[in-house]
């Protein structure tokens, strides 16, 4: 962790509903440069952080690795804070032009994120200069299908966004659409798994130092998905949950049922895996189930979240 602050590189640890933020430090010339902005509900705690960790020093552009709510929802007041321009992905050029929240994936995850504009694209591979150091860019589809993540070789640093964790990766959202992509998951590890790495950042929890056997612990969830999608699926739905747990901590039955209803993966996922299972009924067994895990409470009308 030392070796990454001498390096210029801050790494604001968030959480699950907030993404990582990676503070790349500038030099006399360059402006800083942060990989991910977290959940917009906590732009004003990005800014504070970025503020604090800054010193006054400019700060010049936002990365993006990919545009999931909870990594790019603070774009807007980070912009708004610093002046800053965005930098996302080339293949989210279409969507965020015309802020399409239907591709963007807002709507059908029921989560929000604030309208940006944004500036240049990340192409990858390619390379981009970031504070002090040059970054190559990969592309890891999988979990996203426009994610990059970032590498530095003459540091070891690999950014991996949501493609590698250190026990996993973020959910495979392409499958839930019926659309094949645990085998991309498998190629995105191999190329990682190509790279010379002594830290790995993630786009949640602490930054970790084994990626070869954090790679193999993913090779192994990604197999079971593999071998029983409804597996996956079944997880997507309670991350979904969660995820409106955390950033609600409490609402009623009924309102979580309207956000259950506008929320389209949910139902994508039923009639894909479970159409046997009545709708009310799949979605009372869930969260039955992340009730008896400790992943949510229920008291009288009202779902809480718990830890
Ligand atoms: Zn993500």
Known sequence: MHELARAGITVFERGWLSSNNVLLHGDGHEGAVVVDTGYWIHGGQTVALLHDALQGAPLTRILNTHLHSDHCGG????????????????????????WDEDKLTYRATGQHCPKFGRNELLVAPGEVLAGRWAWQLIASPG??????????????????????????????????????AFETVGKTLDEFSALRVRWVIPGHGAPFGDMQAAIGRARQRLDGFARDPRKHALHAAKVLIKFRLLETQAETWSGFLSWVAGTRYFEM?????????????????IVEDMRLRGALRIHGGTILNAQ
């Open 75 to 98: 774009n807007a007041a980070v912009q708004a804070a610093f002046s800053c321009a965005i930098d996302i992905p080339a293949g989210e050029a279409a969507a965020v032009d015309p």
């Open 269 to 285: 996922v039923r009639s894909r895996y479970f159409a046997a299972v009545d709708a009310s009924q799949w979605l009372g067994t």
């Open 143 to 180: 979990h996203d299908p426009m994610s990059v993540a970032l590498y530095q070789p003459e540091l070891k640093v690999l950014i991996s966004a949501d493609a590698l964790w250190e026990n996993g990766f973020g959910v495979v959202f392409p499958e839930l659409e019926g659309e094949a």
